[in-house]
């Protein structure tokens, strides 16, 4: 079945309102509204458009009321910014008058907030949904929802069209904002309902959200990724590189110091490409952390750094340090200059390394971690050993390692590759051993010191202990009385174990860390 005939079939209920094109043909005369596949074709399609800016978000009126008696559930997956686009979401539904719940079964609208950068992300997700099933047909009424970034994907828009269909709803990343008339439709058809934006590169202010505790936030200060690594599916999904404009950013942290929050991490998949799009400033990362960093909030982090646009004025606003923490997520990719190019990083061995030179002479405290990314196609075993021996040389203190996948669309896709998976997955865990090894000998220069600790709630395993992190993000368990929760503390470190340590509190920090 083609497009038009599936449309016709009356399986598809295209959505109102929608303004993306579809294609060559024009299927509004069928329907009064546009039905909007993904593409990757046009997600990669994209030149000097214009980025919109709309602070106007409103809910409709017609919407009022649309949840009341209803309660939503969002199981997230994938990264930081997926994360907080759950928060978002959250927002609009407790603004249309839903409820949270923690529980599927006590859901009337479940949402999977998916991730699409690895096939296990993926596949995941397709299990989840076959889970749903019988939820689905126990309850018609439940809505169940596909968000995130794959949805996105031609690929698992067409196989949740062929074998899911307890799915009532597929969006994009760039129609979150559009939830309330996704869910009305939804609501009105009971068929499945679709609306992906290929290509949309509007930045959307004051959106709802309902922030996850009330101690750390995610603040977006882009969105979209336009390097194209060719291993990455994330420019497809996310769109082009496009910045939040400088006062709108600073406005929201120090709303937040303002509040009470303690930590704030700035998002954006690249964000040292942060402000390469504004025409009429010259405003890079440099000068927002500059800026940031007179507000009156003890920590800011950022997340996540891509080596070839860390510029020196960066460098120089971290050294000045202050609220501005000493840790540095810094993926490399590979040791090797050689996979590195094929990666189309943009950078070489050397120049990573001669970039890492400059930050630990800047910030002499700094710690440095990582991804990494193992067989890539063709990766041999010296090559291998080039990424070995750059993260001792670097003293990385830890990594996220993954071994490739292949995402369908991108350049290494397509790449014909002579690595046995067995091949791959024994260099994974030799990797994994030195990262482990690594940690461990950072964490034991902790023993006897003092750090401080940003206490966030009871450690995951005991009740009776506090748990929290250190500025260069280390966790750190320890007993003391509930009322520091939320606060920063002292505590002397008693025992280092490879990923976490323990310790002695001591007593609840006082200074002003802010510098003017
Ligand atoms: N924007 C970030 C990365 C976001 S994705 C950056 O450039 O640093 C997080 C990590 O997932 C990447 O750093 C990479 O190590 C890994 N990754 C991305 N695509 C992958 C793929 N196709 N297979 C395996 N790992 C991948
Ligand atoms: Fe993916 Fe590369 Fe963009 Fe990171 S910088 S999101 S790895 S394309
Ligand atoms: Fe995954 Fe999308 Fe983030 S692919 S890693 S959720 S940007």
Redesign the pocket.
């Known amino acids: 079945m083609n497009e038009e005939q599936r449309l016709q079939s009356g399986k598809l209920k295209p959505l109102t309102g929608s303004t993306q094109e579809t294609g060559e043909k024009d299927y509004s005369k069928y329907f009064e509204t546009v039905y909007t596949p993904p593409s990757l074709k046009e997600a990669k399609k994209r030149g000097k458009e214009e980025i919109k800016y709309h602070d106007d978000f409103k809910i409709d009126e017609r919407f009022a009321g649309m949840g009341k008696g209803r309660k939503f559930y969002i199981r997230t997956y994938g990264?930081q910014m997926n994360e907080h686009d759950t928060e978002v979401m959250a927002g609009i539904f407790t603004s249309l008058g839903y409820e949270p719940t923690n529980t599927v079964q006590d859901a009337d609208v479940i949402l999977l907030n998916t991730c699409a950068?690895?096939e296990n992300a993926e596949n995941k997700v397709f299990g989840e949904l076959g889970h749903l099933k019988p939820l689905k047909l126990e309850r018609p009424d439940l809505l169940i929802g596909v968000c995130g970034c794959m949805s996105q994907e031609e690929s698992v828009v067409n196989k949740i069209l062929k074998t899911y269909d307890q799915v009532d709803m597929i969006f994009g990343t760039h129609n979150i904002h559009r939830l309330p008339n996704i869910l009305h439709e939804a609501y009105m058809s009971k068929e499945m309902v679709i609306e992906v934006w290929s290509k949309e590169g509007d930045i959307i202010e004051n959106l709802p959200k309902v922030r996850h505790g009330n101690i750390k936030a995610w603040v977006n200060i882009m969105y979209g990724?336009d390097?194209f690594?060719t291993?990455?599916i994330?420019p497809y999904t996310r769109g082009k590189e496009r910045s939040r404009r400088p006062q709108d950013i600073i406005q929201e942290v120090r709303h937040l110091a303002a509040q009470g929050y303690k930590e704030i991490m700035l998002l954006g998949?690249?964000v040292n490409a942060y402000g390469k799009d504004f025409e009429d400033i010259d405003y890079r990362l440099g000068d927002l952390m500059d800026d940031l960093r007179t507000i009156d909030i003890p920590r800011i982090r950022f997340t996540?750094s891509?080596p070839r646009d860390f510029d020196d004025h960066l460098i120089e606003v971290l050294a000045k340090g202050g609220n501005l923490l000493d840790h540095i997520h810094l993926?490399v990719?590979s040791g090797s200059s050689d996979i590195l190019k094929i990666m189309a990083r943009k950078y070489s061995r050397e120049h990573f390394l001669e970039l890492v030179k400059k930050i630990k002479a800047a910030i002499p405290t700094v710690t440095l971690t990582t991804?990494?990314?193992v067989g890539f196609p063709n990766e041999t075993e010296e090559q291998f050993e080039e990424t070995l021996s750059l993260y001792k040389e670097v003293g990385f203190e830890m990594a996220?390692t993954?071994?490739?996948?292949p995402?369908e669309g991108t350049p290494a896709a397509k790449m014909v590759d002579n690595i046995p998976m067995e091949v791959k997955k024994e260099r994974l865990q030799r990797l994994n051993k030195l990262v482990n090894e690594m940690s461990a000998e950072a964490m034991k220069s902790y023993a006897g010191k003092v750090v401080k600790v940003l206490v966030e709630g009871e450690s995951k395993k005991n009740p009776d202990v506090l748990a929290g992190y250190t500025e260069k993000n280390k966790l750190v368990n320890f007993k003391a009385p509930r009322d520091v929760i939320g606060q920063i503390v002292n505590v002397k470190i008693t025992e280092a174990k490879t990923w976490s340590l323990d310790g002695e509190f001591i007593g609840v920090v006082e200074e002003d860390k802010v510098m003017s």
């Open positions: 990264c950068i690895r990724c390097k690594c291993y990455c994330v998949q690249n996540t891509h993926p990719q991804d990494i990314i996220y993954y071994i490739y996948s995402r």
